[in-house]
T-cell receptor, first 110, second 114 residues
């Protein structure tokens, strides 16, 4: 079963533009994580935000979490062609496996 | 940098045959996951180990799939017999703490059943 739902399913932008992806989930969580997956490869962890946090930054990434709305957003600023990939949110609860959404496919053209 | 190792990277097998995948997690990680990812979808959990014990295999099709993690280190996932619908990417991941920290993924095994 999948808990998270990313929106949009696909996003196409130009280099230098910002990319925003959203994730909604259904049940209470301990943390929410974002992963990137290049075509045909494994997933790479980007950032983890805990349920008592509202915003977190890592380089060009900014993640927000609104537990009252059960939603999160991932902002990638000044996108590069190398950011082209699929992005997944995953919800975590202590003692259980991460549950992933269906992902957003980001295409950045130069 | 420590990595999760998986083999093989690619596997083509005929339906009704047996197939096995191997995973070596990051040293010291007690938690190991096997996920299946169908093209265009997110990963879905098949089985979760804590050391050598299975803690969640509720989504594992047990009539044909089996998983083991002897000695609590590396793990094997087996499918017997394979069906056409099993074609997917099989991903192994490990973490130091179930659900509460990041998971590290291997490169996956792309299985094609013909």
């Amino acid at each position: 079963s999948q808990q998270g739902e990313e929106d949009p399913q696909a996003l196409s932008i130009q280099e230098g533009e910002n990319a925003t992806m959203n994730c909604s989930y259904k049940t209470s969580i301990n943390n929410l994580q974002w992963y990137r997956q290049n075509s045909g490869r494994g997933l790479v962890h980007l950032i983890l935000i805990r349920s008592n946090e509202r915003e977190k930054h890592s380089g060009r990434l900014r993640v927000t979490l609104d537990t009252s709305k059960k939603s999160s957003s991932l902002l990638i600023t000044a996108s590069r062609a190398a950011d082209t990939a699929s992005y997944f949110c995953a919800t975590g609860q202590a003692g259980t496996a991460l549950i992933f959404g269906k992902g957003t496919t980001l295409s950045v053209s130069s | 940098e420590a990595e999760v190792a998986q083999s093989p990277r690619y596997k083509i097998t005929e339906k009704s045959q047996a197939v096995a995948f191997w995973c070596d997690p990051i040293s010291g990680h007690a938690t190991l996951y096997w996920y299946r990812q169908i093209l265009g979808q997110g990963p879905e959990l098949l089985v979760q180990f804590q050391d050598e014990s299975v803690v969640d295999d509720s989504q594992l099709p047990k009539d044909r799939f089996s998983a083991e993690r002897l000695k609590g280190v590396d793990s094997t996932l087996k499918i017997q017999p394979a069906e056409l619908g099993d074609s997917a990417m099989y991903l192994c991941a490990s973490s130091s703490d179930r659900g509460d920290t990041e998971a590290f993924f291997g490169q996956g095994t792309r299985l094609t059943v013909v």
